[in-house]
């Protein structure tokens, strides 16, 4: 009996196998995730709050900052509460289009967190290497355009993996080896031909990881140099401890992405559980420690929390 193709299209469920080998130990490994979940969801949701109401942070830098605690937000929501599911109650059926939707957003957002750590280099790159020249270059419009051009370059280099991963028959398993839905871990499962998804997605990356990293090291290594020519140590340690957050973001972020991507392209074959927890470090690592490190290293947003706080304090002593 010949079957058609329609037997092997997309499944209407898939099923996420989790951390491969740990399973016994999913309810522990889950501890780490929800805090690591719950600091994503407070930091952020406090630095926005913050930017939002504070006058004096409505400036390029906290505008990109904001745009980066969204985005860390969104990659929180659309991956955590599955893989905790997934830990505490075994649920790791998920939708083929839920699926591809969680596909989406994850590629998604991880691109347009990738595009923002640019602008944010960028930022740094004319406050400190043209001071001068910083309010009549990044204006109010020049922002919004740089952050519309962040978005539509996520979405338009990412709107491709859905579609793709659509198209392909899947005629055996649909167990995905991970905790979430990742585009080339999808592919794998399919039977027919994917030399185009693996170009595609391989181009993708080259071009995020290589340019954007290219742009960011430049910008900073310009930086550098500037910060080394000037005159007062008060002045080289106020732009350095402002740098110095983002280069721990970016660390937080293109790290285990690195590290990711070279075991998926050369490790072995199969899934491990040392490949799953760092490709669920990558998504969960920015989020959850991106706040701290501003928190820690900014001085604008330490005050302004400390104001906050001291307020909330005095309310009950006014009564």
């Known amino acids: 009996m010949v079957l058609s193709n329609s037997s092997y299209l997309l499944p209407h469920t898939f099923f996420l196998a989790g951390i491969p080998g740990l399973t016994a130990a999913h309810i522990w490994i889950s501890l780490p995730f929800c805090f690591m979940f719950f600091l994503a969801l407070t930091g952020n949701g406090v630095l926005l709050f913050l930017i939002w109401t504070e006058h004096s942070l409505h400036q390029p830098m906290f505008f990109f900052l904001a745009m980066l605690s969204f985005v860390d937000l969104v990659l929180s929501l659309s991956t955590l509460p599955k893989m905790l599911a997934i830990f505490w109650f075994g649920a790791t059926a998920i939708s083929s289009h839920s699926c591809l939707f969680q596909m989406f957003f994850i590629h998604a957002f991880s691109a347009m967190e990738s595009g923002v750590l640019v602008a944010m280099a960028l930022d740094r790159f004319v406050a400190i290497c043209n001071p001068l020249r910083y309010a009549t270059i990044l204006t109010p419009a020049v922002v919004t355009k740089v952050g519309g051009l962040v978005v539509l370059r996520g979405v338009g280099l990412t709107i491709s993996f859905p579609s793709l991963a659509h198209r392909l028959p899947y005629?055996?398993?649909?167990?995905?080896?991970?905790?979430?839905?990742?585009?080339?871990?999808?592919?794998?499962l399919a039977c027919g031909a994917t030399t185009v998804d693996n170009l595609y997605a391989f181009a993708v990356a080259i071009f995020l990881g290589v340019g954007d990293v290219a742009f960011i090291a430049y910008s900073y290594g310009q930086v550098v140099r500037t910060v080394m020519h000037f005159p007062s140590p008060e002045a080289r340690a106020k732009a350095g401890s402002t740098c110095?957050?983002?280069?721990?973001?970016?660390?937080?972020f293109y790290g285990p992405g690195f590290l990711s991507v070279v075991m998926q392209r050369f490790g072995p074959p199969t899934a491990s559980a040392a490949k799953v927890i760092l490709a669920n470090l990558y998504l969960l690592f920015p989020p959850a420690l991106d706040p701290i490190v501003y928190g820690v290293k900014m001085k604008q947003i330490r005050e302004r929390l400390f104001t906050i706080l001291s307020l909330k304090q005095m309310e009950p002593t006014s009564l």
């Not at 398993?173 to 794998?188: D, N, P």
């Open 171 to 188: 005629c055996g398993s649909h167990t995905i080896a991970f905790t979430y839905c990742e585009h080339m871990a999808v592919v794998k």
């Open 244 to 252: 110095t957050a983002h280069v721990c973001v970016i660390l937080f």
